[in-house]
């Protein structure tokens, strides 16, 4: 009895670990892409405030190099948020972070240095 009992042992121990390989490895490849398939990404930059136009949630950034996204230069952002807008004014150096879906970017974040 035993001697035919314990082949089935480690064969259930590797089918346990199998699983468990198994929905470690699907779990990482959900967590990488997002439910829409888009590509996105969130970059972080610094640059300067030359135009804010709060009625159409537009603010145009002098901004320095995006590292894997844009070099410098001044450009007209979207804001997710027109109330992001309320304390900025041209002229201003400011941080701010975007969101770039499949080549759509956001203003997500402003703020005054
Ligand atoms: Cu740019």
């Given at each position: 009895m035993q001697a035919k009992l314990q082949p089935c042992i480690p064969a259930?121990?590797?089918?346990?670990?199998?699983?468990?390989?198994?929905?470690?490895?699907?779990?990482?490849k959900q967590a990488a892409s997002p439910p829409t398939g888009v590509t996105f990404k969130?970059?972080?930059?610094i640059g300067v405030v030359e135009a804010v136009d709060r009625g159409k949630g537009i603010v145009?950034?002098?901004?320095?190099?995006?590292k894997d996204s844009m070099d410098a230069m001044t450009?007209?952002?979207?804001v997710r948020d027109t109330r992001l807008l309320d304390s900025i004014e041209p002229g201003d150096r400011v941080d701010?972070?975007?969101?770039?879906?499949?080549?759509v970017v956001v203003v997500t974040e402003i703020k005054k240095r």
């Open positions: 259930q121990l590797y089918l346990t670990i199998a699983l468990l390989l198994c929905v470690a490895a699907c779990g990482q969130t970059h972080r930059s145009k950034i002098n901004h320095e190099a995006i450009m007209d952002f979207h701010f972070t975007l969101e770039d879906a499949a080549n």
